[in-house]
C-alpha cells in the first residue's frame, strides 16, 4: 500500500494558463475525492468518482474545473484560464466503502498551486 | 445536507495537560464521523473514525473521541498532550446514504505551551 500520491507537488503558474494535477489513489480503492484546501481553512469538497463516474460536482467548481478518471484508476484535475483565486492546496483522497466498516478515506499530500 | 462545526479556532494547552477538542455536527440520519490531523504544509491524516457501534472511538497516538447523538457532537480527547500534537484538527462527517460525501469544518488549530 503506497498511499495516495498526488503530483506535481508544487505548481507555479501565471495567471490565464492552464495547470493540470494528478492523483493515483491507493490501488483497488473505487472512491477518488477532490479537495480545495486554502490556509487557515478546512478542506473544501469539490468533486468525487466512484470507479470511472463523476457523482458530484460542487458548485466551487466553476466551468473552468474539468476532473476526469478515464479507466476508474488515476485521475486528473484541470484549471483552465487560472485566476489568483485559484492558489490553494488542491487535497485527493481515495476509499473504499465497507458494509462492515464504512468509509475511511485516505488524503495524499496535496497540489500546492500558486498563481501569480 | 450534513454539516460540522468546530467552534474553536485556536487552542493553546500546556505539555502534560489534558485535551479536549469541540465538534457539532448537523446530519438527519446516522452520521459517520472522522477526526484527521494536519501538520503544516502536509496531508490529512486520519486519528480516527466511528462509524457504529461503541461510542468511545480509539484512534491513533492516544486520541480518543465520544459520539453523543443526543448533543450531535463528536468530541476529540487526549489524556496527555506530547509537543508534537501541535497540529490543525479538523472534525468531518459522512452521511450514511451511498452517494453522500465527506464535509469537513474549519479546524480548530493546536499549539503546546512548553
Known amino acids: 500500500d503506497t498511499g495516495v500520491s498526488q503530483n506535481p507537488r508544487h505548481k507555479i503558474t501565471k495567471r490565464g494558463q492552464n495547470v493540470t494535477f494528478r492523483c493515483d489513489p491507493i490501488?483497488?480503492?473505487?472512491?477518488l475525492y477532490w479537495y480545495r484546501q486554502t490556509l487557515g481553512q478546512g478542506p473544501e469538497f469539490l468533486t468525487y468518482?466512484?470507479?470511472?463516474?463523476?457523482?458530484?460536482k460542487s458548485r466551487l467548481l466553476s466551468d473552468r474545473f474539468s476532473a476526469e478518471r478515464p479507466k476508474g484508476s488515476f485521475s486528473t484535475l484541470e484549471i483552465q484560464r487560472t485566476e489568483q483565486g485559484d492558489s490553494a492546496m488542491y487535497l485527493c483522497?481515495?476509499?473504499?466503502?465497507?458494509?462492515?466498516?464504512?468509509?475511511?478515506?485516505?488524503f495524499g499530500e496535496g497540489s500546492w498551486l500558486t498563481v501569480v | 445536507a450534513q454539516s460540522v462545526t468546530q467552534p474553536d479556532i485556536h487552542i493553546t494547552v500546556s505539555e502534560g495537560a489534558s485535551l479536549e477538542l469541540r465538534c457539532n455536527y448537523s446530519?438527519?440520519?446516522?452520521?459517520?464521523l472522522f477526526w484527521y490531523v494536519q501538520s503544516p504544509g502536509q496531508g490529512l491524516q486520519l486519528l480516527l473514525k466511528?462509524?457504529?457501534?461503541?461510542?468511545l472511538v480509539q484512534g491513533i497516538k492516544g486520541f480518543e473521541a465520544e459520539f453523543k447523538r443526543s448533543q450531535s457532537s463528536f468530541n476529540l480527547r487526549k489524556p496527555s498532550v506530547h509537543w508534537s500534537d501541535a497540529a490543525e484538527y479538523f472534525c468531518?462527517?459522512?452521511?450514511?446514504?451511498?452517494?453522500?460525501?465527506?464535509?469537513f469544518g474549519s479546524g480548530t488549530r493546536l499549539s503546546i505551551r512548553p
Open positions: 483522497a481515495s476509499s473504499y466503502p465497507k458494509k462492515s466498516s464504512g468509509n475511511t478515506i485516505y
Open positions: 490501488s483497488e480503492h473505487n472512491r
Open positions: 468518482f466512484q470507479n470511472e463516474a463523476q457523482l458530484e
Open positions: 446530519y438527519g440520519a446516522t452520521p459517520y
Open positions: 466511528y462509524f457504529s457501534g461503541d461510542t
Open positions: 468531518a462527517v459522512e452521511g450514511d446514504s451511498s452517494a453522500s460525501k465527506i464535509i
